[in-house]
């Protein structure tokens, strides 16, 4: 009986401590239930009364598009070929222009240009904005509304309206669309220095690095000719956060790489390096622009906080948001924001981007007026070597001269450079330079 008892007074007094809980928590839904009720009334208003038949599924999901998009840019809902697309454009091929876009002031801004793509041989730059599609105004469309309206058949034509800084009138820009191949990673020599430009963060990248990487070390004759390495990020959108941390663990040999937090304390991630540099602590150097994004800044963050590496150029996008992306019902996905990324010193990307170190500005193209005569360069300047009858020099071998010539040709031509990119040649005259006080007499 006293058991019994005892029982008795657990339950009265279960019930007496739940009670107002119950109702305080039903209070707490009720307003949410009366919404959804408005919902419900609304949709079947729609769908009896619109002045046209409706398609049911177009308008739930266009609804929760909306409830989705409310929220910030990169939240959204994916349809299931959208959803098909995602996942076919992280394996590094896909159609369309070849760029990456987001949402400002209600047009659609592009965030970078994808190398060798459409939209970059149109002439395309990050910070446009796109203002119509065809004629028509993307003004007030969702984001995946207006990348819809772009999309077409490989071969067709697509006219977009541009408005660009410092361009006092909106133009039109007629692209082609095509099949896009991205290469994730790619490779060259200047001088000694190896200059690895990544394009994206796919599957492909990681593997890619490592391969030109070691195409470009065999080139220059082993790791001890190589005076340094420039990882260019420019106009690289992001992708994978996976592959920028393997990416940034390739430089690093221990700490932290980045991390997340969310919502909650236990929605937080910290990613840490494992030992080995794959080329050994030379020195580097990180190129970014307004077009590096997300998984760029992440790596630029992280070298930049370990002074691993000089970050050069001018101020990164600033998206320093995670998406988690969520199989639903019926073959579609949620894109959905979950957290924030840090970089190793604790500071957030998001809406600041990376600081350069250094900010160098890439100058406009030049083009040469008609009728100008072409300067003398020093390059093409006479020297004492030009003359008739000059002495000999007598301090260097045959060898030491020969080795001399070529290492003033590899000079001329990383001057050359200049012209073309004049950022990366400022990185590569960095790691020359710091080559130079690293030699011993």
């Given at each position: 009986?006293?058991?019994l008892?005892g029982?008795?007074?657990g339950?009265?007094l279960?019930?007496?401590?739940?009670?107002?809980l119950?109702a305080q928590e039903?209070g707490?839904?009720?307003?949410?239930?009366?919404?959804?009720?408005?919902?419900?009334d609304?949709?079947?208003?729609?769908?009896a009364?619109?002045?046209?038949?409706v398609d049911?599924?177009?308008?739930?999901?266009?609804a929760?598009?909306?409830?989705?998009?409310?929220?910030?840019?990169?939240?959204?809902?994916?349809a299931?070929?959208?959803?098909?697309?995602?996942?076919?454009?992280?394996?590094g091929?896909?159609g369309?222009?070849g760029?990456?876009v987001?949402?400002e002031?209600?047009?659609?801004?592009v965030v970078?240009?994808?190398?060798d793509?459409p939209a970059?041989?149109?002439?395309?730059k990050?910070?446009?904005?796109?203002?119509?599609v065809?004629g028509?105004?993307?003004?007030?469309?969702?984001l995946?509304?207006?990348?819809?309206m772009?999309?077409?058949?490989?071969?067709?034509?697509?006219?977009?309206t541009?408005?660009?800084?410092?361009?006092?009138?909106?133009?039109?820009v007629?692209?082609?669309?095509?099949?896009?191949?991205?290469?994730a990673?790619?490779g060259?020599v200047?001088?000694?220095?190896?200059?690895?430009?990544?394009t994206?963060?796919n599957?492909?990248?990681?593997p890619?690095?490592e391969a030109?990487?070691k195409?470009a070390?065999?080139?220059l004759?082993?790791?001890?000719?190589?005076?340094?390495?420039?990882?260019d990020l420019?106009n690289?959108?992001?992708?994978?956060?996976?592959q920028a941390?393997?990416?940034?663990?390739?430089f690093?040999e221990?700490g932290?790489?980045?991390?997340t937090?969310?919502r909650s304390a236990?929605d937080g991630?910290?990613?840490?390096a494992?030992?080995g540099?794959?080329i050994?602590?030379?020195p580097m150097?990180?190129l970014?622009?307004?077009?590096?994004?997300?998984?760029?800044?992440i790596?630029?963050?992280?070298?930049?906080?370990?002074?691993?590496?000089?970050?050069?150029?001018t101020?990164?996008f600033?998206?320093?948001?995670?998406?988690s992306?969520i199989?639903l019902?019926?073959d579609?996905?949620?894109r959905?924001t979950?957290?924030?990324?840090?970089?190793?010193?604790?500071?957030?990307i998001?809406?600041?981007?990376i600081?350069p170190?250094?900010?160098?500005?890439?100058p406009?193209?030049k083009?040469?007026?008609?009728?100008?005569e072409?300067?003398?360069?020093e390059?093409?300047?006479?020297?004492?070597?030009d003359?008739?009858?000059?002495?000999?020099n007598?301090?260097m071998?045959e060898?030491?001269?020969?080795?001399?010539q070529?290492?003033?040709?590899k000079?001329?031509?990383?001057?050359?450079?200049r012209?073309?990119?004049?950022q990366?040649?400022?990185?590569?005259?960095?790691l020359?330079?710091?080559a130079?006080?690293?030699v011993?007499p």
């Open positions: 009986m006293a058991a008892g029982t008795v007074a339950v009265l279960t019930t007496q401590l739940a009670g107002p119950i039903a707490k839904q009720s307003p949410v239930y009366e919404q959804l009720d408005l919902f419900g609304i949709f079947e208003r729609i769908r009364q619109y002045v046209e038949e049911s599924k177009k308008l739930i999901e266009a929760i598009n909306g409830m989705l998009s409310s929220l910030d840019p990169h939240s959204s809902y994916l299931a070929d959208d959803f098909t697309d995602m996942q076919v454009q992280t394996r091929q896909f369309g222009l760029i990456e987001t949402q002031e209600g047009f659609i801004k970078s240009p994808m190398d793509t970059d041989k149109a002439g395309i990050a910070g446009d904005f796109i203002t119509h065809n028509e105004s993307v003004l007030g469309l969702t995946d509304a207006a990348v819809d772009m999309r077409g058949e490989v071969g067709s034509e697509i006219i977009i541009v408005v660009r800084e410092g361009v006092a009138d909106p133009f039109d007629s692209i082609i669309r095509d099949t896009i191949k991205l290469t990673v790619k060259r200047v001088g000694d220095t190896v200059v690895l430009r990544l994206t963060f599957d492909q990248t990681f890619g690095l030109e990487l195409k070390v065999e080139e004759g082993g790791m001890d000719k190589v005076n340094g390495l420039v990882l420019r690289n959108p992001g992708g994978l956060l996976n941390i393997m990416v940034s663990d390739a690093i221990k932290e790489i980045v991390s937090r969310g236990q991630e910290r990613f840490n494992e030992p540099d794959m050994g602590g030379k150097v990180v970014i622009n307004g077009g590096s994004a997300s998984a760029s800044e790596v630029a963050g992280a070298l930049q906080d370990h002074r691993r590496a000089i970050v050069v150029g101020k990164s600033g998206k320093g948001s995670v998406q992306v199989p019902r019926g579609g996905a949620m959905l979950t957290a924030r990324y840090y970089t190793p010193s604790g500071r957030s998001q809406a600041l981007g600081s170190d250094i900010v160098v500005n890439q406009a193209a083009v040469a007026e008609e009728g100008t072409e300067a003398v360069t390059d093409k300047a006479r020297g004492e070597a003359l008739r009858g000059i002495l000999s007598d301090s071998t060898d030491e001269k020969r080795q001399y070529e290492e003033q040709e000079a001329a031509e990383a001057a050359k450079m012209d073309e990119d004049y990366l040649a400022y990185a590569v005259d960095i020359k330079g710091a130079a006080i690293a011993k």
